[in-house]
C-alpha cells in the first residue's frame, strides 16, 4: 500500500484552528516574502491553488484565501503519531516524506482479509487517531500503488487487483510515472507516447534512444513490472550541516555568523527528521587542514534553534585560540532521539532531506 494525507501541512492548520475547516487556506510565508505555496487546502484547490505557486498568485487567484505560515515542528508532531498508526499494521513502513509511506501488508491479506478491509480499517484509524484523511492505493508493487493513492483523493482507496496492473496504468498521462518530469514528458510526447499504455507498447531499441539508461526501467514500470520491495528506514544516526569559507576566517563575527548559519541548517535538518538531539559537535578545518571536533551533550534531547546555536558558539569558545584560521566550520546533531519514540511510541522514521541554501548536508548512518 502507498498512503499519502490529503492536504498535509493545510489540514493539519484546520485541524487545530476549528475557523479554517471548510475554507480555503493556503500555508506558506507572505507575498511579500516572494513565499510560495507548500500547499492549499481541497478547498483552495478549486480556485486553481497549487504547491509551489508563488503566495501571490494563489492570492490572486483565490482573494478569500486564508494564509497561514508554515508550523513545521508541529507537523513533525503529528507526521511521527500517523507513522505510528502505519506501524500498528505493518513493522514493513517506507517513510517517503513526512505525509507519506509504503507499507508492505502482504503478510496480512489473506482469503478472510482483503486488502480493501485492511485499507479501510487503517484509514480509519488513521482518523481516529488523528483526525486527518489519508488517501491509500492498494497493488502489488510500489509504482502501482503510489499512481493508485493518488486517484482518488481526498480521503481515496484504490485497489488494483493482482494482474490488473498494466490495464491500469494504460490510460494514464506518462507523467504519472514516477521520475518522468516535464522534461521526459515532452520527450515522450513528441514521439508520440502520450500515456501509459503507449509507452509500454513501445520497444526498448525506441525507449532507450529517447530516455537514454533510464529507458528499460521506465518501460518496466509502464507495462506494471516494478519489483522493489519496501524497505523500512534506518534510524538516522546524525543530521547537520557545514561550510567551507571563500576564504579562511580567524575567530570574529564573520566566522561566528558562519557557525549560527550551519548551527541553524542543522536545527532546521532535525526538525525535518522528526528528532532531538542530545549532543551538538563543532566541526572546525583550520588553514593547514587539520581537522578537529568538540561535542557536549545534555541529558535531555533538543530541536531548539537558538540553544543548538549557543552550544556550538560555547564550544567554539572553548577551543578558539589566537591567531587560528579557518577554513570550514560545521555543526552536528547526534544522539537522536526520534520525536515519535520520545513520546514513548514504537517506531523510528525519519526522512530524505532536501538540500537548501548552499550549506552541505550530511546524513551518515
Ligand atoms: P504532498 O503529499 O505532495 O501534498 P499534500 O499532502 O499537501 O496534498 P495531497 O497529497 O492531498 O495532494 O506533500 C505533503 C506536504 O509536503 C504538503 O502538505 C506540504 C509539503 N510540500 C511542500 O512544502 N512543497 C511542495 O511543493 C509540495 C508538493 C509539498
Ligand atoms: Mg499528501
Not at 584560521?325 to 547526534?334: A, D, E, I, N, P
Request: aromatic share 4%; with cysteine.
Amino acid at each position: 500500500m502507498h498512503a499519502d494525507l490529503d492536504a498535509f501541512y493545510a489540514s493539519v492548520e484546520q485541524l487545530d484552528n476549528p475557523e479554517l475547516r471548510g475554507k480555503p487556506v493556503v500555508v506558506g510565508g507572505p507575498p511579500e516574502a516572494r513565499a510560495v505555496v507548500t500547499t492549499a487546502s481541497y478547498e483552495a484547490r478549486v480556485f486553481g491553488v497549487r504547491s509551489a505557486m508563488p503566495m501571490s498568485t494563489a492570492l490572486r487567484l483565490c482573494p478569500q484565501a486564508i494564509r497561514v505560515s508554515p508550523r513545521f515542528e508541529r507537523y513533525g508532531e503529528i507526521s511521527g503519531e500517523v507513522m505510528a498508526v502505519f506501524r500498528t499494521l505493518t513493522p514493513v513502513v517506507e517513510p517517503l516524506s513526512m505525509d507519506e509511506a509504503f507499507l508492505d501488508v502482504t503478510k496480512r491479506v489473506s482469503r478472510y482479509q482483503r486488502v480493501e478491509d485492511i485499507a479501510r480499517r487503517l484509514k480509519a484509524d488513521v482518523k481516529a487517531k488523528t483526525k486527518l484523511t489519508v488517501s491509500i492505493g492498494a497493488a502489488t508493487n510500489k509504482t502501482v500503488a503510489k499512481i493508485a493513492s493518488d486517484l482518488m483523493k481526498p480521503d481515496g482507496l484504490v485497489v488494483v487487483p493482482a494482474g490488473g496492473e498494466a490495464a491500469f496504468l494504460a490510460p494514464l498521462p506518462v507523467r504519472s510515472l514516477w521520475g518522468v518530469g516535464p522534461r521526459a514528458e515532452e520527450t515522450l510526447k513528441n514521439a508520440g507516447l502520450e500515456t501509459i499504455g503507449q509507452l509500454a507498447e513501445a520497444s526498448e531499441a525506441q525507449i532507450e534512444s529517447l530516455m537514454g539508461s533510464r529507458g528499460p526501467s521506465l518501460l518496466q514500470m509502464a507495462r506494471g513490472l516494478d519489483d522493489r520491495p519496501v524497505e523500512p528506514d534506518h534510524e538516522r544516526k546524525s543530521v547537520g550541516a557545514e561550510t567551507t569559507f571563500p576564504r579562511d576566517l580567524a575567530d570574529g563575527p564573520e566566522l561566528r555568523g558562519e557557525l549560527r548559519r550551519v548551527a541553524l541548517d542543522a536545527a532546521r535538518r532535525l526538525v525535518k527528521s522528526e528528532a532531538t538531539a542530545r549532543t551538538v559537535v563543532l566541526k572546525l578545518r583550520y588553514t593547514n587542514f587539520q581537522t578537529i571536533s568538540r561535542q557536549n551533550s545534555a541529558p535531555e534531547g533538543t530541536a531548539d534553534a537558538e540553544e543548538i546555536v549557543s552550544r556550538a558558539g560555547a564550544l567554539l569558545d572553548a577551543v578558539v585560540a589566537e591567531g587560528d584560521m579557518f577554513r570550514l566550520v560545521g555543526v552536528h546533531c547526534t544522539n537522536l532521539i526520534e520525536v515519535a519514540e520520545a513520546k514513548g511510541q514504537l517506531g523510528l522514521w525519519s526522512e530524505s532531506d532536501a538540500e537548501t541554501g548552499d550549506t552541505e548536508g550530511t546524513e551518515f548512518s
